[in-house]
Structure formats: structure tokens, C-alpha cells
């Protein structure tokens, strides 16, 4: 009776292709050795997409869940975070044009093009605070040098200073901001594995020392609490004064060995393992009180 036939066993696979989304992104989310925000963007969109995919997909048995996975996910994840969408833009496999095709695709280029926009234009404006890294003055219209009024004597002659004036012009064009540079040179391969942190420092800097500033500040940001909470969650459940000495290797082994358990609905009630402390408590007060009737 618990065997599976084979359309049960094609569930089976196609559930384990739909989790296996969840357990990458989970896991690279929480890294811990290079936990950066530029994964955001990338991890939150794939999930997306995969919703949307298998909302409106074949396996008509995924369809009820995955609705009430995409009232989740639209509470608390519909709306990017557009600091952290600013840190896709950072990643030199991705930068803006990564982010358009991700809003092309779930929102058509219309609307594609306004967040795009949006993205770039905090990151403009985030650009301005690292002004002073390397001596440069941006003025409020964005232009080196600050603020460019014109003001023509009377009787000069109106097109030399249309001569000068175009100098100028030409020279705030060169002298743009770090941003455009950066965007307009060539990707590195999406595929390649890459320490984004330490592009930033060994290539970047020497060529964007403004933009690499605002990288390290961005790329810094925590996406997630996980790591530093899961440590603590299970260690006062497994580790208590009765199991100080235990090894690595024998707590990972209860650890499954409980899971084991409840997955054949063998541990009924409470624990056997999680709840010992409390197990060995109630054995205690057992022996107290035949030790009083006694």
C-alpha cells in the first residue's frame, strides 16, 4: 500500500524540480562565506518567475498551492527592494541591463523601462554622497564644476561666448559621471564565479574610485538573518547539560535520527530526543516522589 505508481512518482519529480528553486536560492541566500546583496535581485526574480510559471503551468495538482505561495510572496517580496535591486547593478556580470530584461520579462518593456529608471536614478543619486573619494565636485545638475549659469555681458559678441560655452559643455561630457563607464563596459561571463567584493577592490577601484565606494557599502548589506539565527535555534534543543560532551557527528546523527522519526510517524507526542531535557526532569521528580511515599 505504500508503494507508488508511476503517474504518483512523476509528482514526486516534478515537486522536487519546483522545491529545488527554493532550496538553491535558500542556500545561497544564507551563505556564510559570501553572503552579498547582489544575490538578491537574481534569487528573488527566479522565484517569481517560477510562480508565475507554474501558476499557469500543466500540473494542474501545483496550481492551489502555488497560488497561496503567490499571496506570500506578493506581501512580502512583490515590491524589489530598490537598494538592493542597485546591488545587481554592482554585480560586472550583470549591471542595468540584467535588471531590465528581469523587469521585461515580468512586466513587459513599458514598465521595464520605468524601473530601470528608477534603479539608475538612485544609484545617480547615491553616487553624489561619494563625491569627495577622489577630489571631484559634482554640482546639483550633475555637471563637474557645480553650478553653470550663464551670464553674458551686453555688447559681447554672443557667439564667442556660444564658443566657450560649448568647451565647456563638451568637457562635462568627458568628465561624466563613473556611473556610465562602468555600464558601458563589457560584462564579465554571468557564469563565471566571482568574488564581487574583491572585483570591486582589485578592478574596479583603479578605474571607479567613487562608484567602488558606494559598491562596498551595497554589496555589505545583510539580505538575510538566517545564518546568525539558526545557530542558536536548534543548539539548546540538542545540546543540554546531559549531552555537554556529545561530538559533532553523534548530534548530527540525532538530529536526523529524530527527523527519521516523524517522518514514519513514530514519535508521537513528545519528543525523544528534543524534549530529553524535560524527559530526564520528570524522571527526577519521579524519583523524588517515591523517595517521599517511601
Known sequence: MYLLDDDEWHKVLVIRDFLKVFYNITNEFSASTTPTSNVYFKGVWDIQCMLLETANGPHS???NMVKEMQKKFDKYWSDYNMLL???CVLDP???LKFVEYCYTVLYG???AKEKVAEVRAI???LLKEYRDVDGEDIGQSGEVGGETNMHVPIGSDRMANYSSWMTRKEQSVVEKSQLDPYLEEKNVDHKTPLD????WKNSGAPRHPQLAALAHDILAIPISSVPSESAFSMGKKLINPWRASLTSMTIESLACYEDWLHAKGLCLGRSTIF?????EEEVDREDDDSQIIG
Open 93 to 95: 556580470r550583470y549591471k
Open 61 to 63: 495538482f501545483l496550481i
Open 123 to 125: 544609484l545617480c543619486d
Open 196 to 199: 564581487v567584493l574583491c572585483w
Open 275 to 279: 524534549n530529553a531535557e524535560e524527559q
Open 85 to 87: 535591486s542597485c546591488a
Open 109 to 111: 518593456e513599458m514598465i
